[in-house]
């Protein structure tokens, strides 16, 4: 789906950074409105534009109305902003893609929706980017046959080696650096600057050249813990 959003779930950072995208591709960015369960308390988010009501609310209101939309929720946020984007697919949204046109990617790459991606990145052939990616900073370079998978968001300044695969819900901080077939696992937090040249298990931070396992994923990190993704999950399921 590539229609431009016009509402974004979600009102802080991480949408500022969106419409700054938006705005940088030329699209009409100040048209955009928002959901935040920061409302009522708040009915002003990212860049002065109005939040219309809590997120639920704006499932609802977008998927009557066949609204393009993006889940926008910042990276601290991991377990949440992936429960809504599922709700958002139950709901059968239509979830736009922002992909500034200075992006050099293969023919044959695969991207999912909700993707984000800023001003020269580059995915070479073979490689596979899930939804709700998003390559945040300017010049992520996602070599030939990497398997990105849903939820992961990226620093500035990152260069994947070939083969590299990266599991759901981690982020992954400005320039760091991977040496080829190496595999990160779900929920993994890897910290700027680092060069992993190992594996690096599931649901842990690692740091430093080469990068090394620092301690387990905690509460208040840039990736979740697996009780954080599992209430969050649950929200979803019982809702439905």
Known sequence: MNDTPRVMFGAGRAAALLLNLMEWMGLPWSSVSFYDDSYPDKKVGARNLPILGIIEEGLHACAKQ????MVAMGHRYSAERYATFLKALDLDIPLANLIHPSAMIHPNVKIGTNVAMNVGSVVCAGATIGSLCNLAGARV?????????????FGAGIALSGLTEIGSHSFI???????HEVQIGERCLIGAGAVVVSNIPSGMVAVGNPARVLRP???????????QLRKALGR???AS
Not at 144 to 149: E, L, P, Q, R, Y
């Open 217 to 227: 994923v905690q509460q208040g990190d840039d990736a979740p813990t697996e009780e």
């Open 141 to 153: 370079v996602i070599e030939h046959d990497n398997k990105i998978s849903d939820n992961v968001v």
């Open 236 to 238: 979803v399921r019982s």
């Open 173 to 179: 901080g400005s320039g760091v650096s991977s040496r």
């Open 66 to 69: 066949r609204i393009p939309s």
